[in-house]
Protein backbone atom coordinates (compact mmCIF):
# COMPACT_ATOMS: atom_id res chain seq x y z
CA UNK A 1 0.00 0.00 0.00
CA UNK A 2 1.35 3.54 -1.24
CA UNK A 3 1.85 6.40 1.25
CA UNK A 4 -1.05 8.07 -0.85
CA UNK A 5 -3.73 4.74 0.04
CA UNK A 6 -2.65 4.98 3.32
CA UNK A 7 -3.66 8.27 3.71
CA UNK A 8 -6.46 7.97 1.82
CA UNK A 9 -8.47 5.31 3.93
CA UNK A 10 -10.01 7.79 6.29
CA UNK A 11 -11.65 9.89 3.02
CA UNK A 12 -13.14 6.83 1.24
CA UNK A 13 -14.68 5.68 4.79
CA UNK A 14 -16.19 9.16 4.89
CA UNK A 15 -17.70 9.17 1.99
CA UNK A 16 -18.81 5.80 2.25
CA UNK A 17 -20.34 6.94 6.04
CA UNK A 18 -22.00 9.51 4.36
CA UNK A 19 -23.70 7.26 1.24
CA UNK A 20 -25.14 5.01 4.12
CA UNK A 21 -26.55 8.03 6.28
CA UNK A 22 -28.35 9.22 2.98
CA UNK A 23 -29.36 5.62 2.22
CA UNK A 24 -30.37 5.67 6.42
CA UNK A 25 -32.69 8.97 5.61
CA UNK A 26 -34.19 7.72 2.66
CA UNK A 27 -35.26 4.53 4.26
CA UNK A 28 -37.02 6.16 7.08
CA UNK A 29 -38.71 8.41 4.66
CA UNK A 30 -40.28 5.43 3.28
CA UNK A 31 -41.39 4.03 6.45
CA UNK A 32 -43.34 6.94 6.43
CA UNK A 33 -45.35 6.63 3.39
CA UNK A 34 -48.47 5.09 3.88
CA UNK A 35 -48.72 1.79 1.06
CA UNK A 36 -51.55 1.70 -1.54
CA UNK A 37 -54.94 -0.06 -0.71
CA UNK A 38 -55.31 -3.47 -2.95
CA UNK A 39 -57.94 -3.53 -5.13
CA UNK A 40 -57.80 -6.63 -6.31
CA UNK A 41 -58.83 -9.65 -4.40
CA UNK A 42 -57.18 -10.96 -1.82
CA UNK A 43 -57.26 -15.31 -1.95
CA UNK A 44 -55.47 -15.53 1.23
CA UNK A 45 -57.31 -16.19 4.50
CA UNK A 46 -53.80 -15.61 6.26
CA UNK A 47 -53.68 -11.91 7.99
CA UNK A 48 -50.84 -10.62 8.59
CA UNK A 49 -49.27 -11.28 11.82
CA UNK A 50 -46.03 -7.94 12.05
CA UNK A 51 -47.59 -4.54 11.58
CA UNK A 52 -46.60 -3.18 7.66
CA UNK A 53 -43.63 -0.64 8.49
CA UNK A 54 -41.59 -3.54 10.94
CA UNK A 55 -39.67 -4.49 7.77
CA UNK A 56 -38.89 -0.89 7.61
CA UNK A 57 -37.95 -0.22 11.05
CA UNK A 58 -36.02 -3.53 11.04
CA UNK A 59 -33.88 -2.44 7.87
CA UNK A 60 -33.38 1.40 9.95
CA UNK A 61 -31.68 -0.47 12.77
CA UNK A 62 -29.50 -2.56 10.83
CA UNK A 63 -28.27 -0.05 9.03
CA UNK A 64 -27.83 1.94 12.15
CA UNK A 65 -25.76 -0.64 13.06
CA UNK A 66 -23.89 -0.55 9.87
CA UNK A 67 -22.70 3.29 10.04
CA UNK A 68 -22.39 2.93 13.90
CA UNK A 69 -19.75 0.15 13.05
CA UNK A 70 -18.30 2.01 10.28
CA UNK A 71 -17.95 5.36 12.69
CA UNK A 72 -15.74 3.07 14.58
CA UNK A 73 -13.72 2.24 11.86
CA UNK A 74 -13.29 5.36 10.72
CA UNK A 75 -12.50 6.69 14.05
CA UNK A 76 -9.51 4.00 14.54
CA UNK A 77 -8.31 5.03 11.21
CA UNK A 78 -8.14 8.65 11.61
CA UNK A 79 -6.00 7.96 15.10
CA UNK A 80 -3.50 5.55 12.64
CA UNK A 81 -2.93 8.16 10.34
CA UNK A 82 -2.96 11.17 12.86
CA UNK A 83 0.23 9.07 14.77
CA UNK A 84 1.81 7.98 11.17
CA UNK A 85 1.30 12.50 10.64
CA UNK A 86 3.41 13.20 14.02
CA UNK A 87 5.77 11.27 13.39
CA UNK A 88 6.68 13.96 10.41
CA UNK A 89 9.67 16.50 11.26
CA UNK A 90 8.48 19.05 9.11
CA UNK A 91 5.41 21.43 10.73
CA UNK A 92 4.62 22.29 7.53
CA UNK A 93 3.98 18.91 6.45
CA UNK A 94 2.42 18.25 8.99
CA UNK A 95 -0.21 20.73 8.36
CA UNK A 96 -0.85 20.34 5.46
CA UNK A 97 -1.66 16.59 6.05
CA UNK A 98 -3.15 16.55 8.81
CA UNK A 99 -5.83 18.89 6.94
CA UNK A 100 -5.99 16.74 3.72
CA UNK A 101 -6.52 13.55 5.65
CA UNK A 102 -7.84 13.91 9.25
CA UNK A 103 -9.81 17.09 8.57
CA UNK A 104 -11.26 15.69 5.08
CA UNK A 105 -10.80 19.40 3.83
CA UNK A 106 -10.55 20.30 0.21
CA UNK A 107 -7.87 21.30 -1.52
CA UNK A 108 -9.13 25.17 -1.76
CA UNK A 109 -10.01 25.26 1.80
CA UNK A 110 -6.47 24.03 2.07
CA UNK A 111 -4.82 26.52 0.17
CA UNK A 112 -6.79 29.25 1.87
CA UNK A 113 -5.59 27.90 5.62
CA UNK A 114 -2.07 28.10 4.40
CA UNK A 115 -2.23 31.38 2.70
CA UNK A 116 -0.98 29.89 -0.84
CA UNK A 117 -1.98 28.60 -4.20
CA UNK A 118 -4.12 26.54 -4.69
CA UNK A 119 -1.22 24.83 -7.08
CA UNK A 120 1.35 25.44 -4.80
CA UNK A 121 -0.51 23.75 -1.94
CA UNK A 122 -0.35 20.39 -4.70
CA UNK A 123 3.17 20.48 -5.79
CA UNK A 124 3.85 20.72 -1.88
CA UNK A 125 1.53 17.76 -1.34
CA UNK A 126 3.14 15.87 -4.46
CA UNK A 127 6.81 16.54 -2.67
CA UNK A 128 5.73 15.56 0.78
CA UNK A 129 4.10 11.95 -0.85
CA UNK A 130 7.30 11.48 -2.96
CA UNK A 131 9.55 12.23 0.02
CA UNK A 132 7.21 9.75 1.85
CA UNK A 133 7.61 6.93 -0.48
CA UNK A 134 10.74 6.47 0.10
Known sequence: MSVRE????A??????????IAE????RELSMKISGSRLEE???HRKPTEAPYAK??????D?????????YRFLAVKMEISDFIDKIDNPEWQSLLRRR??????????????FSSLRTVQRL??????????
Do not use: T
Open 56 to 61: WVERII
Open 101 to 114: YVLCKSWPDIAVDM
Open 42 to 44: RVS
Open 11 to 20: RHLDDAINAQ
Open 63 to 71: KEKEINENI
Open 125 to 134: HNKILKNLEN
Open 24 to 27: LNHL
Open 6 to 9: FLER
